[in-house]
């Protein structure tokens, strides 16, 4: 029913992901592949492209009028795929989740106070905390049993009068670990007995590889939830990143009032109709279309993984339950990071997101976007694979095979 190894040429369409390749990362390569941001090469649901066409079609592209059919769209889709029970009156429309971020600080916080973040982690978390004037409180994340864990206990002991907020990934961006119930709720109770604000960014929390299952910080906490607000879009789950919409739930009054008095502030209530339109078409429309995408995404998460490990002996990949973003440490290939990054971007002609962009903990890694055809992912693996070919060659020569050490 869908084809997600169709090439779509996306060069010149006012594509950042591929048309600013050169100027973010230097590669003039005209063959340069992006595996950089979180943005897919493939085809929205039907449903969604019929219902922008009807849109086009009337030629009459006024102001949109908010009916409350996109807030019971969000609400049905979330009892639907992950059994959490919203109230639309909970819901506040934001341009995307990140201008979200900024709206929650502004309401929140002053500027001075500390946000938590556990890195490596979504780099814009950082942009926006700093464009705020806000500073960023590092709670570095622990590798354990190839999966992140949260040192409550190491945060607790730096926490300060100024701590005000944790921006938390739900499930984590770069890493793909999908945090348990139990993780999330201590890290609820914790932000409850801190006085601390958990703003639950859960962008993510369709795209569940290999059966994963997502926890929403609603359903894991419910006592703490006047202390949670979750940001929700369509956007990541259904590649509709340049509608930029989306939502800040909150169950807990006063915190909602502050929220919506600042987007009216910055004049925010008006929408834009395309994007809700699209992502609305997509909750109601985009089921089938999702699972499909879900079997295809396990299928290239796994050849990626395969490939790396056969081809760059060293490389890293971090097992992933959630997202299409692989990360992957270089560290153990015993190059140095400059010369990991000048592999990738000069010899294989590929464009990926540094480790270091993530904060403290990602040095030595890069965040590889798999989300493409199929042809196009295994021109990158090949690229790569010729790219460190040198260092495969070295340790086969300078590594006795196994059967001689027995």
Sequence with gaps: MFDFDRVIERRGTHSAKWDMIAKLSGIEAPDALPMWVADMDFAAPPGVTEALMEEVKRA???????TGSWASALVEWMQRRHRLTLDPGWVSQTPGI?????????????PGDEVVVFPPAYHAFRKIILANDRRILDA????????YRMDLAALEAR????????????????????WTGDETRA?????ASHDLILVSDEIHCDLLL??????????AAPDFADRIITCLAATKTFNLAGAHVGACVTPNAQLKDRLDRRIAAGGLSSYNSFGMIATEAAWRTGEAWLDALLVYLTGSRDLLEARLRQSIPGARPMPLD???????????????????????????????????????????????????PRPLLEEALGRLG???????NRTRIESPPTRARV
């Design 159 to 178: 926490l300060s009068p100024r701590s005000k907020v944790v921006f938390y990934c739900n499930p984590h961006n770069p890493g793909g670990t999908v």
């Design 60 to 66: 009459t592209h006024g102001y949109y009028a908010d």
């Design 187 to 191: 890290l609820a109770a914790f932000c």
């Design 386 to 392: 010729n790219a460190f070919s040198d260092v495969h």
């Design 140 to 147: 570095r994340l622990i590798e354990t049993d190839g999966r």
């Design 210 to 219: 290999g059966g994963a299952v997502h926890t929403p910080a609603l359903a």
């Design 322 to 372: 959630s997202t299409y973003l692989a990360w992957v440490d270089f560290s153990g290939t015993g190059l140095a990071p400059e010369d990991v990054a000048e592999r990738v971007s000069r010899r294989a002609r590929i464009f990926a997101s540094p480790g270091d962009q993530f904060g403290p903990g990602g040095a030595g890694w890069l965040r590889l976007n798999f989300a493409m």
């Design 98 to 110: 990140v201008s979200g971020l900024g709206l929650i600080l502004q309401a929140i916080t002053e």
